[in-house]
Structure formats: C-alpha cells, structure tokens
C-alpha cells in the first residue's frame, strides 16, 4: 500500500462513460484539481445518467457543461477562467447550452460568476451534488440556480460513481470529504467543510463490487485519509484508517491498495503495521 501520485496530464480531460440506452440529452464535463474532484465528478455523472444524460467529449453538442473546479491551485483556477470564457463562446452559437461551474471555486467565487460576470447558469458546491435535478429544473426554468452549503453529513456512500475513462484496472474510492485541520495555507475547509468519514460497510462493498468487475487496483480518496475515523451511531465502536485499510485488502488477495492524500502529524503506528503486513 502506498500514496498515488495525481497524474497532470488527466488535468482538464473531458470524461467519458458508455452510453445509457434511453438518454437523449448530452453532458460534457471537465475535471481540475485533486483526484477527489475527479471522483466526484463521476458521482454528478452518476447522478445525471438517472435525469437522462450521457456523457459525449464533444462540448458544441452538449446541453449542459460542466466544469469541476479547484481553489488550491492558482494554475487550475486560471484555467477554468479561460475555459468558461470558451464554453460562452460556444454558448453564443447555441443558446439551449447551460453552463454550471461544481467543486471548490463554485463555493468561494459564486456571486462572480452568477451576478457579476454572468458566465454561468448554475453554481454548484461539493456537497450539492444530490440537488442538481432540482437545480436543473431551476436552470430550464430560466433561472439561475446556486446550492453551496456545505454539509457535516454528506459522504455520498449511497451513491455508486460510474468509472469515467477509466482503463478498468483502477479505481478511486473515495473514503472522507472536507478536512479539519485548519492550515494557514489551504482553503480546503472552507470550500470542502469539515471532515467526516464514509460508512465503512459501503467502500468495503465498494471494492467488492470493483473486484467483481475485473479492477486490480483501488486507492482510497481524501483530503486527509489518516483522519478516517467512522463511529457505529448504535453501538459506538469505532473503525479507524487502519482498521479500514485491513478489511479493504483482505476483499481480495490480490487487489492492490493505495490512498491519497495522507498527512504525517495523523499517521498512526497501527497503520504502518497494517502496510508492512
């Protein structure tokens, strides 16, 4: 078991899943940042394949853009900006396009972009994603449509992410969202809320299922993995990183675990001893 490395080049790539039989209407999203803005979007594309969308890498037939947005790096958000200004140069050629920023800038930069410069439809915070049916209703309407309240709940564990141009080997998992250590530097706490932990049960099913599906290899997501700590609400009996990595490897003898991003003050002798086994 070992960190990932986040691999540049997949910065700003169009994300692609089959086609769901059915679905008429076109959604193209781009991802920049961390990977758990990649894991993510696979979770909002998830969520739009139900409300009739299948992804297409063809942003002049899209009805609706999506663009997955990073606060931490100056060079992502920089990127974004210029993006936004193409799609609404697309946009001008046809109008029917909507245009919703998600992720970290959508929180910290939503009077910007939706009252200001009027570059967007839709703003879209991290924790909002199980609201964008509603949203997209607002949109349609001809309105436009803002949900960035960040949430002390929300792991997304009842929802099971597509695998957007994946090569079907690995897979990410997310495991914990939003962080509390409070650096000076980072503003992951503001835009991503405090930290909470994923129901054990449902990523240990998780593997399981991409086991099933012919995945070697899952590494498990968060902004601070070695603060995972999940709490039974009815007996209190706690699962720490440790523990969670021990019953992720053992859903196959042969699946390979990773994790990102792990932090030094917050590992713990138990998990070194769980990697060295």
């Known amino acids: 078991m070992e960190e990932k490395i986040i691999d540049e080049n997949k910065q700003g790539q169009s994300l692609v899943l089959a086609a769901k039989e059915g679905n008429s209407r076109k959604l193209y999203i781009e991802s920049y940042g961390c990977q758990m803005n990649f894991s993510d979007s696979e979770i909002v594309a998830s969520i739009l394949a139900e409300q009739g969308f299948n992804t297409t890498q063809q942003l002049e037939e899209a009805d609706l853009v ?127 809320g405090r930290e909470r932990s994923r129901d054990f049960s449902s990523i240990v099913n998780e593997a399981t299922e991409l086991v099933a599906q012919g995945y070697k290899e899952v590494t498990l997501l968060g902004q601070n993995v070695d603060s995972y700590k999940w709490t039974n609400p009815e007996t209190g009996a706690l699962v720490s990183f440790a523990k969670l990595l021990e019953m992720v490897a053992e859903v196959h003898k042969d699946l390979r675990i990773r994790f990102s991003t792990s932090h030094p003050k917050d590992i713990t002798d138990e998990v070194l001893f769980t990697m060295s086994k």
């Open 66 to 192: 999506l663009v997955n947005t990073c606060s931490i790096r100056d060079k992502a958000e920089q990127t974004v900006r210029k993006r936004l200004e193409k799609y609404n140069a697309v946009k001008r050629i046809n109008p029917k396009m909507k245009v919703g920023v998600l992720g970290c800038m959508a929180e910290r930069l939503k009077s910007k972009f939706l009252e200001e410069e009027k570059i967007v439809d839709m703003v879209v915070g991290p924790d909002a994603y199980k609201d964008l049916p509603n949203l997209l209703k607002e949109v349609e309407e001809g309105r436009d449509a803002v949900n960035v309240i960040l949430s002390k709940d929300e792991t997304y564990g009842d929802i099971s992410p597509v695998r957007l141009g994946g090569n079907g080997v690995t897979a990410f998992v997310s495991i914990t969202r939003g962080c509390d250590n409070m650096c000076t530097f980072c503003v992951v706490p503001f835009t991503r």
